[in-house]
């Protein structure tokens, strides 16, 4: 894999500029030092982020990107999924965040990360890293919005954060 640190930095940004909210999230989560260079070197666009919305339910996680008007990828983009480990066998790669080691995999319908939990209690530690990490990579400048998912079938609006 070519490793993208050692480009010149006119190069990185182009190539993150690229990128949809997706896969610019995804590379955020290979090391710190990347982290914080897509969020330095991404920042304009990142302004240009409408919301951040957490869509969640007892078995469920998700998170969601809304563009503002003018941004050529104006759809509603899912970063990321959070889901029960499912019996059968499985590759998963294992990433450290938030000083929790989480395993993920990619969802073969879509091609999604999926990042899958064993118990309630690996799903709360879970929610807490990809909320914790979101909120850092995008900033403050970004709109946080908490959606759950109730027995009656019906997305409600928690808060926004």
């Known amino acids: 894999m070519m490793k993208i640190l050692k480009l010149p930095i006119i190069v990185q940004r182009e190539i993150f500029s690229c990128m949809d909210y997706e896969e610019v999230f995804h590379f955020s989560l290979c090391s710190k030092q990347l982290f914080y260079r897509i969020k330095s070197l991404q920042l304009v666009r990142f302004s240009n982020i409408q919301f951040v919305q957490f ?4 078995n469920y996680f998700g ?3 809304m563009p503002k008007n003018g941004d050529p990828r104006l759809h509603f ?9 499912e019996s059968e066998r499985k590759q998963f ?6 000083g929790n080691m989480m395993k993920f995999r990619r ?3 879509e091609d999604k990360l999926v990042a899958v939990y064993g118990c309630k209690s690996q799903m709360e530690s879970i929610r807490s890293a990809i909320y914790t990490h979101v909120c850092n990579l995008f900033g403050d400048d970004v709109e946080y919005r908490m959606w759950n998912f109730n027995e009656d ?6 808060e926004s954060v």
């Open 55 to 58: 869509l969640f339910s007892q």
């Open 77 to 85: 983009e899912r970063i990321i999924s959070v889901i029960l480990e």
């Open 93 to 98: 790669g294992q990433i450290e965040m938030a």
């Open 63 to 65: 998170v969601v990107i």
């Open 153 to 158: 079938t019906h997305w409600i609006n928690r």
């Open 107 to 109: 969802q073969t319908a």
